[in-house]
């Protein structure tokens, strides 16, 4: 038994370098081995419990300037009705706001909703051929998912070519990024969808957008001019 597990952790190993260094490679790990490898890529990209710039800037789906004194974390899920309403409002904030608010979306399907999971790989499959904020508003404006059909449609029409994409979900690196992210959200103590932070500030539910516009501006109140 003990000699069975080692060779499943040897072999996650080797997985895990593979889909660093070339891609999966022609001998696929078994199940085990697989699910090491993930969690080993998800840690990684990192797991890191607070909101600090370091944990926003570790491989992570994010839009705006860099500097932006702002930060908008959302976590949801891609077949959840009330994450694509959130989803649509962030949207009219950050066209509102553009660079001057930095948004990040985390990854965090509901284990009921297994389309939103596939959702969330494909999205961050997205993210490594420069489609995930196109494929991502797309999803939330059409949302919520009904089906893994529908994505892979919607990916078709942002002009994603669909071979390329497949080939980086077989990497596992868009499943170790949903991992990462669901693991992120279980330490924030993320107990319903959406979640989302303005600077820390904890918005649980969705929130109308004159009520996201004034939270921006106590953040911003509270921070002072830029000197």
């Given at each position: 038994?003990?000699?069975?597990a080692?060779?499943c952790?040897?072999?996650?190993?080797l997985a895990f370098?593979?889909?660093v260094?070339?891609?999966?490679?022609?001998?696929?790990?078994?199940?085990?081995?697989?699910s090491?490898s993930?969690?080993?890529?998800?840690?990684?990209?990192?797991?890191?419990?607070?909101?600090?710039?370091?944990d926003?800037?570790r491989?992570?789906l994010a839009t705006?300037?860099?500097?932006a004194?702002?930060?908008?974390?959302?976590f949801?899920d891609?077949q959840?009705?009330?994450c694509?309403?959130?989803?649509?409002r962030?949207?009219?904030?950050i066209?509102?706001e553009?660079s001057?608010v930095?948004?990040v979306?985390?990854?965090?399907p509901?284990?009921?909703?297994?389309?939103?999971r596939?959702?969330?790989i494909?999205?961050?499959?997205a993210?490594?051929l420069?489609s995930?904020?196109?494929?991502?508003w797309?999803?939330v404006?059409?949302?919520?998912?009904?089906?893994?059909?529908?994505v892979?449609?919607?990916?078709a029409?942002e002009?994603?070519?669909?071979?390329?994409?497949?080939a980086?979900?077989?990497?596992?690196r868009p499943?170790?990024v949903v991992?990462r992210d669901t693991a992120?959200a279980?330490?924030?103590?993320?107990?319903g969808?959406?979640t989302?932070?303005?600077n820390g500030?904890?918005?649980e539910?969705?929130?109308s957008?004159?009520r996201l516009r004034?939270v921006?501006r106590?953040?911003?109140?509270?921070i002072?001019p830029?000197?």
């Amino acid at each position: 038994m003990l000699a069975a597990a080692l060779t499943c952790v040897n072999r996650a190993r080797l997985a895990f370098f593979r889909s660093v260094v070339r891609g999966i490679g022609p001998h696929p790990p078994c199940p085990l081995a697989r699910s090491c490898s993930i969690i080993a890529l998800a840690l990684s990209l990192g797991c890191g419990g607070g909101q600090s710039r370091g944990d926003v800037d570790r491989g992570v789906l994010a839009t705006g300037a860099d500097d932006a004194r702002v930060l908008v974390e959302e976590f949801g899920d891609y077949q959840c009705g009330p994450c694509s309403m959130m989803g649509r409002r962030l949207h009219a904030l950050i066209g509102e706001e553009g660079s001057r608010v930095r948004l990040v979306f985390r990854h965090c399907p509901s284990r009921a909703h297994p389309t939103g999971r596939r959702a969330a790989i494909v999205a961050a499959a997205a993210e490594e051929l420069g489609s995930f904020w196109p494929l991502h508003w797309r999803l939330v404006a059409e949302g919520p998912v009904r089906s893994e059909e529908q994505v892979w449609q919607l990916a078709a029409e942002e002009g994603i070519d669909a071979a390329r994409l497949r080939a980086v979900i077989a990497s596992g690196r868009p499943e170790a990024v949903v991992v990462r992210d669901t693991a992120l959200a279980d330490r924030r103590a993320v107990r319903g969808l959406p979640t989302t932070f303005v600077n820390g500030r904890r918005i649980e539910g969705t929130a109308s957008l004159e009520r996201l516009r004034a939270v921006v501006r106590e953040v911003r109140a509270s921070i002072g001019p830029r000197r």
